[in-house]
């Protein structure tokens, strides 16, 4: 798929599991040139999966699996009950919050960094959202191009759906801790994640706090797997002390 026109990329289902592998195989190259062995995970939404993979809390096998499931279910919710996302520049979590509660079924669906939180939800609040945020003191609203509600209780359905795929998997204690999206903090134990990687698909994304608890840890230098450098620039906003480089490629 990945060889193919872009037009193959343009599934959900297709494009999350190009990136999930392509990652897995940048993380593996990177390894094997370094030998390094990582203090912490950290996965941002569908990176979550990655990160639990590259930790060894789940295998590659039935990490491919639960992606596909989690893409097909989270899809089915989208299709189902519509909705779309929109990111907030220059908003914190109090205004953003402010603009939430003034239209139905809107919520944050991402605390990215500061000053960049993404929310989620009814399509026609999602443009009011947009059209009115500076009245909430929030510099600029971009609808972003998804069609579907993320990481929001539009996605109930799926985080109920994934319950029966996890009970079938087994879960490792990982080589170092992995951050949880959904509250922040690193685990060390794998029983956990059985549980969290069903929810955290109707809940938000708290990549912030995933940062804080990355940099409690105090590494010498955080390394960003997989196309593209958004995590990097997030990382830089989050934790501006900490060394960050973006890799992707087996050249690397």
Not at 201 to 214: F, G, L, Y
Request: glycine share 6%; aromatic share 6%; proline share 4%.
């Amino acid at each position: 798929i990945c060889e193919e026109s872009d037009s193959a990329l343009k599934s959900t289902h297709d494009s999350q599991l190009a990136i999930l592998v392509t990652s897995l195989m940048s993380f593996e190259s990177w390894k094997k040139k370094t030998q390094e062995n990582p203090i912490c995970f950290a996965g941002h939404s569908l990176g979550q999966v990655t990160a639990l993979i590259c930790a060894g809390t789940i295998s590659f096998e039935e990490g491919i699996v639960f992606a596909s499931e989690r893409a097909k279910e989270t899809q089915k919710c989208a299709d189902s009950h519509g909705g779309s996302m929109a990111a907030l520049l220059g908003a914190d979590t109090k205004s953003a919050s402010q603009l939430c509660d003034s239209f139905p079924e809107l919520w944050i669906a991402n605390d990215n960094a500061p000053g960049q939180i993404v929310i989620a939800g009814n399509n026609e609040s999602i443009n009011k959202a947009v059209e009115n945020a500076r009245d909430f003191a929030i510099k600029k609203a971009v609808l972003l191009p998804v069609n579907g509600a993320f990481h929001t209780p539009y996605m109930n359905d799926a985080a109920q759906a994934l319950e029966s795929v996890l009970s079938n998997m087994t879960f490792n204690d990982p080589v170092s801790g992995v951050a949880s999206n959904d509250d922040g903090r690193a685990y060390t134990k794998g029983n956990v994640w059985k549980e969290k990687l069903s929810i955290h698909v109707a809940r938000p994304v708290k990549w912030r706090d995933c940062m804080d608890a990355v940099a409690l840890l105090e590494p010498e230098k955080a390394y960003e797997v997989g196309f593209g450098s958004t995590l990097t620039g997030l990382a830089k906003r989050c934790t501006p002390d900490l060394t960050v480089e973006s890799i992707y490629g087996v050249e690397n």
